[in-house]
């Protein structure tokens, strides 16, 4: 469970009440992102399938249908039949720190990923607009 948690453009960064820190990627642009995954992976599509059809044929190829791990990647089936993608991080520091130079926090290169991902959060929770 989460003891805080941020929102920033489409990353998501949560501390766990471990103090783990774990990012996450939520795509705006769902087609691309299954774009950037077929191509990781050397899977074919064809550039005229929707984002449903593209997400079930790779939730079908790469996992039981309604949800697949690709790599770094989820993909999701909806109940609704959306399709949704995000993305985890194996190193949480390089992703906090991608998210760092958009929102403009300066960080310390010593801290480590719990110190550098409470110190986002709490930057980008008090600088919401």
Known sequence: MAAKSAISGEYIIQRE???SIVVYRIFDNVKGSLREISEQRGF????????RQFGRKLCKEFGDGK???????VIRVLDSGSIETYRTYEVQKEALREIASKVGFEYDKEWTTQQLGSKLIDFINDNKQ
């Open 17 to 19: 009440e471990s103090g």
């Open 44 to 51: 074919e599509y064809d550039l005229n399938w929707n984002v």
């Open 67 to 73: 949800l697949a791990f690709v790599g770094d990647y």
